[in-house]
């Protein structure tokens, strides 16, 4: 969804005052830009490679190769194998000891199903109970029908060849039902509960409108005991690490900087650049937006009339209020709020940002009066020092 065309979306002539040159200007930009993508075409066409399909399973990786876990003072090499291996799909994580030049297996730890994907995150840089031995978490953020779970092993891990993820010394599972895939990120973290040792987040996914947005859990590293829960932004993109909806055309921002929450000049200069076949995986290959619900892996003519047809403000509810507006004023874009007033000051949520008001400051411009009393006493624009305050926090948020 899209808000109206604005200044702010990068329309030039938005204030000459009539749709009818802005519609012209629009028909005739999307003729420039599609012959302009055609001779593009012609060019890469000859020279780019096929498009191969990625592949389905996440590879080995290596996870550290500079943390003692078997507590013989050796750097131990930790490899997460999510996928399995040979003919079984059940997740694997293999410890191989440092001492003696290294390569004799120490542990190796298997998750409990097919396609549990254990191992998909793991950490190990951490000392979770006080021994000054290395301990070892791990998600399996696809187990139990894609609930998830985390699993926390206590260091020294040595000569165990045959563990399951159910030897965990704690195995934690989402505080919520509404929540799936617990266990895509796990790490450690500073000490939250002031029981002088390190504490584990978790993140996990909640679905909104067809959206998966991150919910974090902290646990004290010790038991497993849940601390607190903190509502995250999207996944995978958004402004400062999260929190814009997903949007069609809007691929990047400023610079090649992050989306943005408009579809404007920097998508079209970015899916430019990206113009032919995209490499693989296809989540390179942000540009590749059509057909929707059948991307071809290619950057094409296709996907520029799509940003075109796209063009102006992100509105992911369809609320009338920007994307970017509501993320930068602290609102929640997933969800309609325009009639709701957060500040308690006469205007709602869709009027503060009409006039230019603070939506969680009831006297935005610091005059002494209130905003509603303000605009129902005729001022169309609520002109006011915490503007700086928006313009400060939308450069640092992008």
């Not at 399973?57 to 500079?66: C, G, R």
């Not at 297996?105 to 998750?111: P, S």
């Not at 601390?227 to 996944?235: I, N």
């Amino acid at each position: 969804m899209h808000a109206s065309i604005s200044q702010e979306a990068g329309w030039p002539f938005s204030n000459c005052g009539t749709a009818a040159i802005q519609q012209r200007f629009s028909s005739a930009l999307s003729l420039l830009l599609a012959i302009v993508a055609v001779i593009l075409l012609a060019d890469v066409a000859t020279v780019a490679a096929p498009f191969e399909e990625p592949p389905g399973e996440p590879e080995p990786y290596i996870v550290s190769e500079s943390d003692d876990l078997d507590g013989d003072g050796e750097n131990d090499t930790v490899t997460a194998s999510p996928s399995g291996e040979g003919s079984s799909d059940v997740g694997k994580i293999e410890i191989e000891s440092g001492a003696g030049g290294g390569g004799q297996t120490v542990a190796t730890i298997r998750g409990n199903e097919g396609g549990d994907r254990f191992g998909f995150s793991v950490t190990v840089a951490c000392d979770l109970n006080g021994d000054s031995v290395k301990d070892l978490i791990s998600g399996a953020p696809r187990e139990f029908d894609g609930a998830g779970r985390a699993y926390i092993f206590f260091g020294p891990i040595v000569d165990e060849e045959n563990l399951t993820a159910d030897d965990a010394d704690i195995i934690l599972q989402s505080p919520d039902a509404d929540t799936h895939h617990f266990g895509e990120r796990v790490e450690c973290i500073p000490d939250i509960n002031a029981d002088g040792l390190e504490d584990v987040i978790v993140d996990a996914l909640h679905t909104v409108n067809g959206a998966d947005f991150v919910r974090s859990y902290i646990f004290a590293g010790i038991d497993g005991e849940h601390l607190d829960t903190l509502q995250g932004g999207l996944k995978d993109g958004g402004i400062a690490g999260g929190g814009l909806p997903p949007c069609l055309g809007d691929i990047t921002g400023p610079v090649g900087g992050q989306r943005d929450g408009r579809v404007n000049v920097d998508d079209l200069l970015g899916l430019i650049n990206t113009w032919g076949n995209c490499p693989t995986p296809p989540t390179a290959c942000p540009a590749d937006i059509a057909p929707q619900g059948a991307l071809d892996g290619l950057v094409n003519v296709d996907d520029l009339l799509a940003v075109i047809n796209a063009w102006g403000d992100c509105d992911f509810d369809n609320d009338g209020m920007p994307d970017w507006w509501e993320v930068l004023w602290d609102l929640d874009p997933s969800v309609a709020n325009a009639n709701l007033d957060a500040d308690g000051d006469g205007l709602s949520n869709f009027q503060e940002f009409q006039t230019g008001g603070d939506p969680n400051e009831p006297d935005s411009d610091g005059d002494g009066v209130i905003d509603g009393a303000e605009v129902l006493g005729g001022a169309i624009q609520l002109t006011r020092p915490t503007m700086a305050l928006a313009q400060t926090r939308q450069t640092s948020s992008m």
